[in-house]
């Protein structure tokens, strides 16, 4: 079935590199004018989708990540203003090194989990009062290694360049979508945590086959996160009016896939779930945006059970690391 599935997925994916959805509709493949409107929410779907296929041994062609990469790269922002380093170590680090620091932590927590148990048992022969068990994922229990300390501390520069919904040079066309308020070749935050997370999934796939492409990638997801910083908010979807909660979604997918604790000096995970523990209705769902998103076939919002998904999903910290 994956097989299958990451088969129609790269037979769909478009020339110039990502996906789209069918149709009349922005990102759509029928649309005329002067397109074309390739999608980077569509398309995030399309990387994680393949990044699963991936982990499970389901091989997928580097030449797919590499048309990714480079449609995101071209995409984003140009320029921005300069924000305050932080860390994101998915972009300042080889993901080849993190996945080792990962196994070594694994292995110290499985041997100090051993060592507590061994404790226990001599205890309870002897008839002594056993040691409380600590669980082996406490920082106190395993010394976790600093993997910027070879950098000493020194970070380069991050600038705030983000992404729109469509490329940066697309434009509407009124005859296909008459009532449309939104613009979406605006730069927006659910559409930078897009940027963010296919370019993660592209390091890990390209990662020793295009030194250069790589390190463009690192500066991308770097920047990416710049911007999300520069533009911080949990109560809203910055320079948008819609796709709230679908944002803070990808706020998690990004900050876990980019093992990043803060972002800027924000803790994005208590900030975000602070925010929608207060937002969540009576009933237990979380209600749909204030304000329709106007289609060319009418209105069409997010609506409560679309938002409980995304509220549900951001809380449980749903994502799979890489």
Not at 68 to 97: C, H, M, R, T, Y
Not at 150 to 162: P, V, Y
Not at 182 to 202: A, E, H, N, R, Y
Not at 230 to 241: E, G, I, M
Request: proline share 6%; with cysteine; net charge positive.
């Amino acid at each position: 079935l994956l097989q299958r599935a990451v088969k129609w997925l790269i037979q769909q994916q478009t020339k110039e590199g990502v996906w789209r959805y069918p149709g009349n509709q922005p990102g759509g493949n029928n649309v005329a004018g002067s397109g074309p409107y390739e999608d980077a929410s569509n398309s995030q779907y399309a990387m994680l989708a393949l990044y699963s296929a991936k982990r499970v041994g389901v091989p997928v062609p580097s030449s797919i990540f590499a048309g990714v990469a480079n449609w995101f790269l071209k995409n984003q922002e140009a320029d921005g203003p300069e924000v305050k380093p932080f860390k994101v170590p998915a972009a300042d680090l080889s993901i080849n090194k993190l996945k080792k620091m990962e196994k070594d932590i694994l292995r110290r927590m499985e041997d100090a989990w051993k060592e507590q148990v061994k404790g226990w048992r001599n205890a309870k022969r002897k008839g002594e009062e056993p040691p409380k068990l600590e669980s082996p994922r406490k920082t106190t229990v395993v010394d976790i290694p600093n993997p910027y300390k070879r950098m000493k501390g020194e970070l380069g520069k991050m600038k705030a360049r983000g992404w729109s919904y469509v490329n940066r040079e697309g434009k509407l066309v009124p005859a296909q979508a008459p009532n449309m308020k939104q613009d979406w070749t605006k730069v927006t935050g659910s559409m930078t945590t897009s940027g963010i997370i296919s370019l993660v999934i592209c390091k890990e796939a390209l990662e020793g086959k295009s030194g250069s492409l790589t390190k463009a990638i690192s500066r991308g997801i770097r920047d990416g996160m710049a911007w999300l910083a520069h533009n911080w908010t949990v109560t809203k979807n910055p320079n948008a009016q819609c796709w709230h909660l679908y944002y803070l979604y990808g706020i998690e997918r990004a900050a876990v896939l980019a093992l990043a604790e803060t972002i800027g000096e924000h803790k994005w995970y208590k900030e975000g779930a602070d925010y929608l523990i207060g937002a969540q209705q009576s009933d237990g769902s979380w209600q749909g945006e204030s304000e329709n998103v106007q289609w060319a076939r009418g209105e069409l919002g997010l609506g409560p059970v679309e938002n409980t998904c995304f509220a549900i999903l951001f809380l449980l910290r749903a994502t799979m690391p890489i």
